[in-house]
């Protein structure tokens, strides 16, 4: 079931990714438009910033669970590495716990925010007039697969403080040993 489980987990991430990849050629191509239609014809597009600022935001929360399970995120790990293998299992439960801790409450108020949106239905003042429930919703959503991350973590660290020989390092060394 563990392994069902992660291969959908898996799955999910890889969508993600696809679509952060298709989010940011998609900017790429419309900042272009936009520059040269604004330089090049002075007619600058009415959307192009709005679209974008919201697609920014959904590169950084959406994309944040899948750096996580990448191990891609920046970090000053120079103590942690310091520690024996067990002190470092320990760190890393304690810090997914927090980040655990901190998505709980960005996606409890960020839903808050979305909901209230969507119940005033507050739009954006722009020409699109987008209701800013749309980009709110990317909080919950991205906050929330972020804490699943890290709940992952946290289980996952907690098996290498359990069964510090099964560790992959251990089994890196082994095999290359």
């Known amino acids: 079931m563990t392994a069902h489980l992660t291969r959908r987990w898996d799955g999910l991430m890889a969508v993600l990714r696809g679509a952060s990849t298709f989010v940011l ?22 959307w192009s910033l709005e679209i974008n600022s919201f697609l920014l935001v ?47 409450i960005m996606a409890w108020r960020g839903g808050i925010m979305m909901l209230q949106a969507f119940e005033y239905n507050e739009r954006v003042s722009s020409s699109l007039g987008t209701p800013i429930g749309i980009p709110y919703a990317m909080l919950p959503i991205g906050f929330g697969l ?12 907690s098996l290498r403080l359990m069964y510090p020989e099964d560790s992959d390092d251990n089994r890196e ?3 290359h040993g």
Not at 67 to 96: C, E, M, N
């Open 173 to 175: 060394t082994s095999s």
């Open 58 to 104: 959904y590169l950084a929360v959406m994309s944040a669970a899948e750096a996580q399970r990448r191990d891609a995120h920046i970090r000053i790990d120079y103590f942690k590495a310091k520690l024996p293998p067990r002190g470092q299992a320990v760190t890393g439960i304690l810090t997914s716990l927090l980040g655990v801790a901190f998505c709980t």
């Open 25 to 46: 050629a998609f900017m790429m191509i419309t900042i272009c438009y936009d520059a040269i239609m604004r330089y090049a014809f002075s007619a600058p597009t009415h």
């Open 146 to 157: 972020l804490g699943l991350q890290f709940a992952l973590d946290v289980w996952r660290e």
